[in-house]
């Protein structure tokens, strides 16, 4: 009688474990495919994306149009804005890796910036008028964080075939593109590395809004596109 009594417990164990190795599959098969949520750990792309804030970024985002000037993108930053190996050990790596999957905490090697330079662009600054030019053109650049300027350091740059020119919209607080130049990689970072695009804060609540996908910023490449 006591076997018999065990076995509609064990039952429901077994069923809710199954459950819920199920439910993580299926989450795991969705965040690699489709949708993903990434930790913003830093104000670098103030006012649009605060530090700490949630986003829900869309992994098939540039299927159907690809990457144009003014998108926000996420991407792995390995190679060229982060190192191959951040040294912390396997256990930390693994700790890391599982509060990053839970949108916890941010990765030291993803990173979420605004798209400037396309390949084929020749990007600077500044003109005579302060503003970061692309191909000769002066940007216009609204979604800057109040009070910046466009960039208070100088560069010149022809954005190589397959790779982007990124920059953060607080221009104060962002390492990008800019201070990577002599960087491996010349702080370019390649296409094929943009995971995805931001579509939606998901947390906190108080700013949960869609991040919509701005209009093409600027003058076009010199290949036309």
Not at 41 to 48: Q, T
Not at 97 to 105: A, E, K, R, S, V
Not at 144 to 160: H, L
């Amino acid at each position: 009688m006591d076997q018999t009594k065990r076995q509609p417990r064990n039952m429901g164990w077994r069923f809710a474990f199954l459950a819920v190795l199920l439910a993580v599959a299926i989450s795991g098969l969705v965040r690699s495919l489709w949708l993903d949520v990434y930790f913003i750990p830093s104000d670098s792309m103030e006012p649009v994306l605060d530090g700490g804030d949630r986003i829900l970024v869309s992994r098939t985002g540039f299927q159907q149009e690809p990457i144009r000037r003014g998108d926000i993108v996420v991407f792995d930053g390995r190679g060229t804005f982060a190192p191959l190996n951040s040294g912390r050990g396997r256990l930390a790596d693994t700790a890391a890796g599982i509060t990053q999957w839970l949108g916890f905490t941010g990765s030291d090697t993803t990173y979420v910036k605004r798209v400037i330079g396309l390949p084929g662009d020749s990007v600077a600054c500044c003109s005579p008028d302060g503003k970061v030019t692309v191909n000769g053109e002066p940007l216009e650049e609204p979604y800057i964080f109040g009070g910046d300027a466009p960039s208070s350091q100088k560069f010149s740059a022809v954005v190589p075939e397959g790779r982007l020119w990124l920059m953060g919209d607080h221009r104060s607080r962002s390492a990008d593109s800019r201070s990577l130049l002599g960087a491996p990689g010349g702080g370019m970072v390649p296409v094929d590395r943009v995971i995805g695009r931001p579509v939606q804060i998901i947390w906190p609540l108080d700013r949960f809004a869609p991040v919509p996908r701005p209009p093409a910023a600027g003058p076009s490449t010199e290949n036309g596109q």
